[in-house]
Each structure stands twice: as C-alpha cells, then as structure tokens.
C-alpha cells in the first residue's frame, strides 16, 4: 500500500466518524460547550450506552476529548479546528444539497416575520436590546453571548410577563439551523412583543475571535 493510500485511509476516518446522524448531533452539541455524557444523551436523544459509543468514535478519530469529573465522564471538541471544520461542513451541505436548502426555507426561513439580525448590527445595538438564550440552561452554562439571559425554549411561555415590551428581544440558539431561536421569535410575536432571530449562534460567534461568556451571566 502506497504512502499516499495510508494517508487518504487516515483522512476517511474523519468521514467514517461522522457518517452517522447521531455524532453529527453530538458534534453539534460539542461545539456549544463541553458536556457530561449524561447531558450530551439528553440532548441528543440517545440512551446513556448508546451515546457514550459514538463519543468514543469521535474521540478515535481525534474530533472529541474526555476527562473525568468525580464519577461523570465529560467530552469536549479537540480543539477549535473541529468547530470551524464543522461549521464549514454545514455550509457546504447548505449550498451542495437541495434538500438541506428545503429544510432550511421550509423549517426556518418560513418562520420569519423579519430578517435575522446580524453579528454586527447586534454588537452595534448591545445595549438597545434584550439578548435571550433560549438553549437548554447546560448549553448556556458551558457558554453564552456576553450579557445574554437564558429562558430555555420550553420555559418561554411562563416567562413572558417579565419580558420588556418597550425593547426588541433578539432570541439565539446553537446556529442558523437551529429551531429553537426561530420558535421561540414565533412564540414572542403572538404575544405581541417584538423579536427577531440572531442569524448566527454560539459556534459562529465563537469561530469569529468574539468573547464568549461561561456560567451565571458569567466572566468571559
């Protein structure tokens, strides 16, 4: 076998790590902050055993890490590469697959009443608005837009009397292919507050050189 040949063998196992859905969905997790196994399950809708083997293919193929925690195992991405790597992979399935551009107008696009705002018009407006993470509260901990207020999605509609309605709410999730953020601008124009999705997430945010905040409204 050629040096070339071994050399392509040890680039597949990048593909072959991500040839299942569900270490997608893991990645996709990963990027938003390091996780226990326990919460990456929760998250991805995966059994305990079941995510903890596709955790440990990702880590065999050098795109995860792991540490223990007292008793917990928690997994992070390899590095910051792994994340661009990904974003770039999402992108490209975006712009190469058909059905990846119907998902999206039809999943996403079609909930916006207004267009997404952008990077830096939200760094222009920082103080003009309210910044609402709308992640589960782990994804928040392990890493948030500065000055971001976490209602997870499923919280919202207990949360919206305290929600000011002379401010525009601008909702983010884990990324322009996320549901969360765009359910959760459906949710506040019902009700009559003015909201709008941030176009890109946490990941994006990140891979842009941007501060990150971690914990309770946390230090960055």
């Known amino acids: 076998m050629s040096a070339e040949t071994t050399l392509h063998e040890q680039f597949a196992r990048i593909g072959k790590a991500l040839s299942s859905p569900a270490r997608v969905a893991l990645l996709d997790r990963l990027c938003q902050g390091e996780r226990s196994v326990e919460g990456l399950a929760r998250a991805a809708g995966l059994t305990v055993a079941n995510a903890s083997q596709h955790l440990q293919r990702l880590k065999a193929a050098g795109l995860a890490e792991s540490r223990r925690d007292g008793a917990r195992v928690v997994y992070r991405v390899a590095g910051d590469d792994v994340c661009a790597f990904f974003l770039t992979l999402r992108n490209l399935a975006h712009g190469r697959l058909a059905e990846v551009e119907r998902l999206v107008r039809d999943a996403i696009e079609a909930r916006d009443l207004l267009e997404p ?16 993470d709308v992640r589960p509260r782990e994804e928040y901990l392990a890493g948030h837009l500065p000055g971001a207020v976490s209602i997870p999605l499923e919280e919202l509609a207990a949360h919206l009397d305290s929600l000011p309605r002379d401010r525009e709410i601008v909702a983010y999730c ?19 507050l003015r909201a709008r999705r941030l176009e890109d997430g946490l990941p994006e945010w990140r891979h842009a050189g941007l501060p990150v905040a971690v914990g309770e409204r946390g230090d960055t």
């Not at 705002?117 to 609402?132: H, K, N, P």
């Not at 884990?174 to 009559?192: D, F, I, M, Q, S």
Request: hydrophobic share 50%.
């Open 117 to 132: 705002l952008g990077r830096e018009e939200l760094l222009a407006r920082a103080g003009d608005i309210v910044l609402l």
């Open 174 to 192: 884990r990324g322009p292919y996320c549901l969360l953020a765009p359910r959760a601008v459906e949710l506040l124009h019902a009700t009559g």
